[in-house]
């Protein structure tokens, strides 16, 4: 039996199989945009990690998501052990259905008016009636199309300008900005439903971009980014969070094993988790720094390694 990776960015998977190699793993690599799938036939048995992005769009694979959830359901339909399943894909392509399940853990997210129609985005901001406001795409992945408007005439005048993008599934969501007390925010990592540690992000230029009304934040809180400086990720040493048990417990019921919280602390001390992320990756210079020494993909290649050797073992005792 194997650990099998599910993904369409080969960059992303590097140090993973540096990881496996070093603990002499056994793994397969499914590269989705060169994968097939014969309905009718049976799953290898093993354990299969969903390393799937909402961003496969920038890296011009466009539908490897929707192929993803197709391979998914067949492997869960084959009773298969899934790291980070359907329930975690679709979290992961619909930022406006994380803010719905975080409201079933009490969990404080940005307000957030969503609207399906370009036109009808001014109405959402009189709706939303918080100034200013960010305006996303649904479906992005590294912060693409999200901008930063000061004023509904702002927004007005880009759309009449055809400067704020489009968003895949056609859903846009208006928001609350929530301005960074420290000037940066918070990943909170998880990896087989357990704490790792915490990051913090410099989002001086990342929240405020320009002095303009309409700023792009773009790329900015890429961990795995070749051009971000090691200085922007900062792991926490001494970290405190009263919801991390809150956090854990949300990721569990959404069948996320992998992922990370991402959240604004605001000048009220109030942590406003903004995203749910379940394709993270972990800044090494970053974690080379840190007095934890601890390292992501590390922490994830003993997590599947233990899910394999549990399969193993049931394998056994049924034979």
Request: aromatic share 10%; with cysteine.
């Amino acid at each position: 039996m194997k650990i099998y990776v599910i993904h369409e960015n080969d960059d992303w998977v590097v140090p993973l199989r540096a990881a496996f190699e070093k603990l002499n793993l056994p793994y397969e690599e499914w590269f989705i945009n060169d994968l097939t799938l014969d309905l009718n036939s049976i799953p290898p048995q093993g354990i299969f990690y969903n390393r799937m992005s909402a961003s496969a769009h920038t890296r011009d694979h466009r539908y490897a998501p929707e192929m993803t959830a197709n391979i998914l359901a067949w492997l869960e339909r084959h009773g298969r052990k899934v790291i980070n399943n359907r329930k975690a894909l679709q979290l992961e392509l619909r930022k406006s259905e994380q803010y719905i399940a975080l409201q079933e853990f009490n969990i404080p997210h940005p307000k957030t008016i969503i609207s399906n129609h370009v036109d009808s985005l001014p109405k959402a901001v009189d709706q939303l009636n918080i100034f200013p406001f960010i305006l996303k795409p649904n479906r992005g992945g590294k912060g693409t199309g999200v901008q930063l408007f000061h004023s509904k005439e702002s927004l007005i005048q880009s759309i009449q300008d055809n400067q704020i993008g489009e968003s895949l599934d056609g859903i846009w969501l208006v928001q609350e900005y929530i301005k960074p007390v420290s000037g940066r925010i918070v990943r909170a990592e998880f990896v087989g439903g357990k704490f790792l540690y915490a990051v913090s992000i410099d989002a001086e230029n990342g929240f405020e971009l320009c002095p303009a009304d309409s700023c792009n934040i773009g790329d900015a809180f890429c961990p795995a980014s070749k051009e971000v400086p090691t200085s922007k990720f900062i792991i926490l040493n001494e970290y405190e969070n009263e919801h991390l048990e809150k956090y854990g417990s949300f990721l569990k019921s959404n069948g996320i094993g992998v992922g990370a919280l991402e959240y604004v602390e605001d000048a009220n001390g109030v942590k406003w988790v903004y995203d749910v992320n379940t394709n993270t990756n972990y800044n090494s210079g970053a974690e080379q720094k840190s007095a934890l020494k601890k390292g992501g993909m590390f922490e994830i290649a003993k997590h599947l390694a233990d899910e394999l050797s549990k399969i193993s073992k049931q394998k056994l005792k049924r034979a």
